[in-house]
């Protein structure tokens, strides 16, 4: 079924926690609601569930296969060509250092970027129910989810006081 | 405690009542979009109108340069100015990632100050990409952080062997613009969301709402644009320090044999972090004494970066005296003739003014209360910090290169080829005997010292068009951004709202400052 968001808008920040609680109450689970705001609160201000990433990975994997690929392309490369420098071995890690730093930051930093785009899930076409004034500073709540349980949820949202009408939108 | 209980939802409870109301956010939105939609005044198009000439004709000199120089050796200034702008405005950008890691507050008003700087960088790889014509590759024979050696295969594995130190710094510059184009943007979202939701139609509106890419500010985007901000922070970080490392070597200590110097790579380094502070502090004194921030950037802020720029400045002299004690005390042929050619030689005066500018000015003024304390003081200082900066590139790379142009033409007398006498200033007139193994120059012994130039190097016409027009061009293409991009951070400024308290402490009012976890 298709979904729709219903957005209720609120002057104070405890109203916009109340609507959570009363949305909760009414059966909707925290990935059907969200708070929108122009200012980054800190996280569970509204007793909102803390968002989970995992973006941490990223760049470890990313780390790990840079320092992989360099320490195969270091190795191989002085193995096949055995100069003999100095009297040093001819498989000497501090030579190695550098290609080795650069590779795994290269990693790090290239699959940070692809993990920041993967899990943003850019671009996005659609922003469902919206309203300008919450660039403005009021705070919105809004909920997403079947078009038969839209009507619950405005329920919830107005029992919390908001301000104006609700504003209704596809996802 | 100058904290009241909250009301009966939080029993026990303590509490300070912060001013973030609907009414004050809305007058914050509203106060930046009205001077974002302002008509900026008649001196700014016509600061922007000479600045964008003298950047043309340094355009029209940079295709001269390009096309009729043909000597390595007159790159030097070219080279300077390349560096200095990889100092300035590569550096800026780290003034909004290291305040915004420590939860500094005075950051607020001048992270996107800042951050604008990053967008300069395009403008750096414009300028960098000729010298990796000019720059010999390593089957000359020149030194090299790289290993090199005469591969066999298809064309691509020679190349990269024989352009290992052109193909990472190439690499690692292009890494450093993305990510903080990259830094730019996460941050830009939100304000660009309020351009699109409340500035009039028109371009701006156009372009922001594609920028903005469907920000609504949802908990989860705000969580991720602060793990974005972070993690790509602290990797710019990293990327600035390496690339530094790339370009000190590869492009500048390569040149001047036996100029060996474990040090200086970081010193360079240090060199952005200071020319960074210094651009930011005179930026945003720009952009508030003339420009319309004024309530918005105040001492707090010329305080906060003055006491850095303090810090930065002592530790040049730090940085610069560990690797002088080195070759003082050191006395090798060839590192008396490090110190005649980077200090005491034809460069001695440029060394000097540099001294000055980059060291002793900041140190004998910031030191007093009264001109860190001030708006003015940290400004000029910020401005001396950046002549010294240019006079410090000026020296190094003009005589680094002034040394690969004397080696060039004994090369080029050679057929382009290695011999027992090649280069004498190169290869730090040592005998070179080769190696029967690989039929490669690998042992070196016999130091005999190094000939230095006898005179400085004086820039032409076409240098000096350069120089200025493309600094202009930095702060050409800057004022052009802040068409687009809200010069100050609204939504951090916004932010502040809700940490920022003034309360009664038994009979004073004090400012009470929350952190966010």
Sequence with gaps: ?171 | MATRIFDEKYPGQPFVQTDNSLESRKEMSGKFLGIYNDKVSQRFWQIAGILGVLFGIGLLGYFWKIFMTKDPGDFGYYAALFSFLMTTSAGAPMVAIGPRVANAHWRRSISRVAEIWTLIGTMNLIVFLPLLWVMPSLDNGRRSLWFYWEAKGDWWFPFLIKFSGHIWTTVSILTLIVLGLAILWVSVMPDLALVRDHAPDGWRKKWATRLARGWKGSSWQWNWQRHRMGALGALYFMMLILTHFFISTEFLMVHVPGWIDSLYPITHAHNALQGGVATVVLTMFIVSRIGPYRHYITLDQFHGLGKLLLALSLLWFWFWFCSFMIFWYGKKPSEQAILKLFVHGPYLPVFIAEFLFVFFIPWWTMVWNPVRRSVWGPAIIAGSVLIGTLLDRVRMYVSSWDVLGISGDKLAANGGQFSSEYPREMMLNMTILNDPAFDRITIIKDFEGLAVPVSAVLPTMIDGVIILGFISGAVFLYMMATRLIPVINIWEQKELLLYNAEVQYHRAKVKVMGKPR
């Excluded at chain 1, 609601?33 to 803390?50: C, K, M, R, S, V």
């Design chain 1, 1 to 171: 079924m298709a979904k729709r968001s219903v957005l209720g808008l609120y002057i104070e920040e405890d109203s916009a926690a109340d609507a959570l609680d009363h949305l909760r109450d009414a059966g909707f689970q925290d990935h059907e609601y969200e708070i929108l705001t122009g200012t980054p609160y800190p996280e569970g201000t509204f007793g909102e569930a803390e968002p989970q990433h995992h973006l941490y990975r990223w760049p470890i994997f990313g780390a790990l296969t840079g320092f992989t690929i360099s320490l195969f392309y270091t190795s191989i490369t002085q193995a096949a060509y055995p100069i003999l420098t100095g009297g040093k071995p001819v498989l000497a890690i501090p030579a190695m250092m550098v290609i080795l730093y650069e590779l795994t930051m290269l990693g790090a930093v290239i699959f940070t970027i692809i993990g920041i785009i993967f899990e943003s899930r850019l671009p996005r076409f659609f922003m469902g129910a919206y309203s300008e004034k919450i660039t403005e500073g009021y705070i919105g709540v809004t909920v997403t989810t079947e078009e038969d349980r839209t009507d619950k949820a405005e329920e919830a949202l107005k029992k919390a006081g908001i301000d104006g009408e609700i504003i209704r939108g596809w996802e």
